[in-house]
């Protein structure tokens, strides 16, 4: 299964976050230990779960918003290479 790079670690984040709430939450009312790992994994794959679908989310947000953003600020080709050769120009007279 391919996915895009923000969504793993964002999963992996809240799945993390989620199993720790649940073994500390586990440990300060002095449930078993097997039952403390049993709902950490748990509450572990949910949230990984949860995380996947706010990882594409946000990976849909941001393409989108990087769409708008190109199409609202085109680079014209013409300034683009004009600046460039300025460039160029202005290095290599520094340079000399």
């Known amino acids: 299964m391919h996915s ?3 969504v793993q670690p964002i999963a992996a984040m809240i799945a993390l976050a ?6 500390l939450g586990g ?3 002095d449930n078993s230990g097997i039952i403390v790992l049993q709902r950490g994994l748990l509450a572990m794959a949910f949230c990984y ?3 996947m679908a706010i990882g594409w ?3 849909i947000a941001i ?3 990087l769409e708008d953003y190109r199409d ?3 680079v014209r080709q013409q300034e683009a290479l004009d600046l460039h050769r300025e460039l ?6 520094s340079a000399s």
């Not at 989620?18 to 073994?23: H, K, L, P, R």
């Open 4 to 6: 895009e790079p923000i």
């Open 49 to 51: 779960a949860v995380g």
């Open 57 to 59: 989310s946000a990976n």
């Open 18 to 23: 989620g199993f720790v709430v649940a073994i």
């Open 72 to 74: 609202q600020r085109p």
């Open 88 to 93: 160029d120009r202005v290095f290599a007279d």
């Open 27 to 29: 440990l300060a009312v």
């Open 63 to 65: 393409i989108e918003f």
